[in-house]
């Protein structure tokens, strides 16, 4: 055990124990505190023009970005008919404001357009020699 938190420790690079109120097991104060400040202070703030230019840009930079950052809608591929099921399942299950009427129509015909799925390379086209 001793050796074991020494190596945290070290690997931690000054990592706390604390106490847990009402108990005697001490736990560790994770460097994903350390991890987190490293990672706000290395990544550029986002702001909509991350996202392409268009109509409802900025409808899905600040509907989005309520929960997630745009990465994960920049690296998405989905069809229409994927980002409006996308829309239900996140209001259902993470709890995402409902988009009704003429935003969710905008919200999602932004993201297919902008974001629907890849054309596949020509044949015998190297896709990293774009």
Known sequence: MRKTLAFLLLLGGG???TQMPGTQ???LRAAWAQ???LDAA???AEEPSVLPAGDG???VFYACTACHSTAIIRRSRFSR???DELMTWMTEVHGMNPLEGEERTLIVSYLAQHFGPAQAPARGRNPFLN
């Open 25 to 27: 097991a001490p736990i």
């Open 35 to 37: 991890s987190a400040s």
């Open 57 to 59: 840009q900025e409808e």
């Open 81 to 83: 008919e994927r980002w």
């Open 15 to 17: 990592v706390a124990l």
């Open 42 to 44: 290395t990544q550029p």
